[in-house]
């Protein structure tokens, strides 16, 4: 267990090297110089455990260890590598460096899958440059189309194409992946709040994953200059996009059940203190664990934007993300809870309030995904710490249950057995 806690924080503090904020968290935007790097030590490590690497026309990394079975679906084990700005090093990484432990499991110990093993390593989650987010996966699953992932741009109008070709990266390779080659798809998390450190507990097994949806409002007035124009001649954005969003947490708090409502970004034009605004972008990120709770609050928003359509004041909001509420596979949270058991791994039920990669697979394969505990329950911001002792103890537990899904047949999973005596 300690070499496998080592190798943990190795990848953990080589993978966090590559910000463009260093000493302020992590900040590695997709198709970045920093998305580049990490990439090329993400694939340096696939290959150090023979596994064959490829990329898709979206850049998601992908690590293979064929099966003896041959055009048999794959179990695919990963996370994405893309951070918020200044977040953590851990959201992402986690799951990534989890499964590449895994396949290194699967190499020393030289096991021979029926179904194969791939590692993979997914682009965009956060949608922090291009929006949205869950890009990678929603690319690979069918979600997001051709098109669509083409018109994205970031805050500067470069193309994700564009951006792809920047660092290397080919867009014409293969984009949507059939589910017929997917057999199911494993996550490790942190758990990005509290209650898992709360209940001292190390594994939390998920049961469900929260809705969400993210709307781009955009307020348009009229610039003007800040001492010439009399106040009640001016349709000042910044003025009515205020009054609007103090307005809106009302409406989660209202709809209750557990219903969150967040602006985390806005963006003031032209940005001059002297000049009255002519247009503001803000984000509405709403999330409830029933989708009717996320439908209600979607339509009080549109109701408070109409409400607001006042002089020289006009108002549009686009829907840039929307996924329902998912329940995890029946059969693979019952695999988590028995090799738990097994491994004498202490563990509890939890539900995500995050949006994660593995909602998106959930739609096309069996899904199974465990949480570890986060410091404090603090996630995106630099402060983001989780304990490599407790993201060994989910390689432990992925590793039997890699083992059972991809049908190894030799060294069958004991009673108790530990990793130290296994690897
Ligand atoms: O926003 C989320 O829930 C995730 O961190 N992308
Ligand atoms: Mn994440
Ligand atoms: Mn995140």
Request: with cysteine; charged share 25%; proline share 4%.
């Amino acid at each position: 267990m300690n070499e496998l806690k080592e190798r943990i924080t190795h990848h953990i503090e080589e993978l966090s090297k590559y910000t463009a904020t260093p000493g302020y968290g992590t900040t590695r935007l997709s198709y970045s110089q920093e998305d580049l790097k990490a990439r090329n030590y993400l694939k340096e490590q696939m290959e150090a455990s023979g596994l064959t690497v490829r990329e898709d026309g979206f850049g998601n990394i992908f690590g293979k260890l064929e099966g003896t079975v041959k055009d048999t679906p794959s179990i695919l084990i990963g996370s994405h590598f893309d951070s918020v700005p200044n977040g953590g090093a851990y959201d992402g990484p986690a799951g990534v460096v989890a499964a590449l432990e895994v396949a290194q499991l699967f190499h020393k110990k030289q096991l021979k899958p029926k179904y194969p093993l791939e590692v993979v390593a997914l682009v965009e989650e956060e949608g922090s440059r291009f929006g949205g987010g869950l890009m990678g996966s929603r690319g690979m699953t069918g979600l997001l189309s051709e098109e669509e992932f083409k018109s994205l741009t970031d805050k500067d109008g470069i193309s994700t194409i564009e951006a792809m070709k920047k660092i290397g990266l080919d867009p014409s390779l293969p984009k949507k992946r059939d589910r017929e080659t997917i057999k199911a798809f494993l996550e490790l998390h942190i758990e990005q709040g509290p209650i898992l450190e709360e209940k001292n507990i190390p594994i939390g097994v998920v049961e469900a994953i929260v809705g969400l949806t993210q709307y781009k409002v955009t307020v348009e007035g009229q610039a003007g200059h800040a001492g010439t124009t009399p106040m009640d001649r001016r349709a000042d954005a910044l003025f009515a996009a205020s009054k609007i969003i103090c307005q809106l947490p009302e409406l989660a708090i209202k709809e209750g059940n557990g219903t969150v409502l967040t602006v985390g970004r806005l963006n003031v034009y032209p940005n001059g203190a002297n000049v009255i605004p002519d247009k503001v972008e803000f984000t509405v990120d709403i999330r409830s664990g029933k989708e009717e709770h996320v439908q209600n609050v979607i339509s009080n928003l549109k109701k408070t934007l109409e409400n607001h359509n006042e002089y020289g004041i006009e108002i549009t909001a686009e829907q840039c993300l929307y996924i329902q509420p998912k329940a995890l596979d029946q059969g693979v949270r019952t695999l988590f809870k028995e090799i738990s058991n097994e491994l004498g791994v202490p563990y509890c039920s939890i539900n995500s309030g995050a949006g994660h990669d593995a909602m998106v697979f959930s739609d096309v394969t069996e899904v199974g995904m465990l949480f570890i505990p986060s410091k404090a329950g603090l996630s995106h911001c630099p402060e983001e710490w989780s304990d490599a002792g407790h993201i060994a103890q989910a390689v432990e537990i992925f590793f039997e249950a890699a083992k059972k899904l991809t049908e190894v047949e030799r060294d069958a999973p004991s009673k108790n057995k530990r990793l130290n005596q296994s690897v």
